[in-house]
Nanobody, 120 residues
Framework: QVQLAESGGGLVQAGGSLRLSCAAS????????MGWYRQAPGKQRELVAT???????NYADSVKGRFTISRDNAKNTVFLQMNSLKPEDTAVYYC??????????????WGQGTQVTVSS
């Protein structure tokens, strides 16, 4: 069974940095997309950043220039380096893994979430 183990969340001051890590285990197709989403209280879950195994990235406009997503394909691990953190970055951050085993059939997995709190 595929599982995602997240770590790195915590409490930081505005302007600080934090690095999230997510390690996927189980039977995982090598061609996939891993990424991070977040959900703040009263808001819908939103994309933060994604990184395909081939190297393509996608960032939310709100984090461009501040966050950097990276991954270790061999270890099925994705990272999110968060710099210049703002109070509005406060949210539960979820790791995401997805691939398409068949045409129009998607396998998707989520981590349990890790709390990131940025104080002002």
């Amino acid at each position: 069974q595929v599982q995602l183990a997240e770590s790195g969340g915590g409490l930081v001051q505005a302007g600080g940095s934090l690095r999230l890590s997510c390690a996927a285990s189980g039977s995982i197709f090598s061609i996939n997309i891993m990424g991070w989403y977040r959900q703040a209280p009263g808001k819908q879950r939103e994309l933060v950043a994604t990184l395909a195994s081939g190297g393509s990235t996608n960032y939310a406009d709100s984090v461009k220039g501040r966050f950097t997503i990276s991954r270790d394909n061999a270890k099925n691990t994705v990272f999110l380096q968060m710099n210049s953190l703002k109070p509005e970055d406060t949210a539960v951050y979820y790791c995401n893994l997805r691939w398409w085993p068949l045409r129009d059939v998607r396998s998707e997995y989520w981590g349990q979430g890790t709390q990131v709190t940025v104080s002002s």
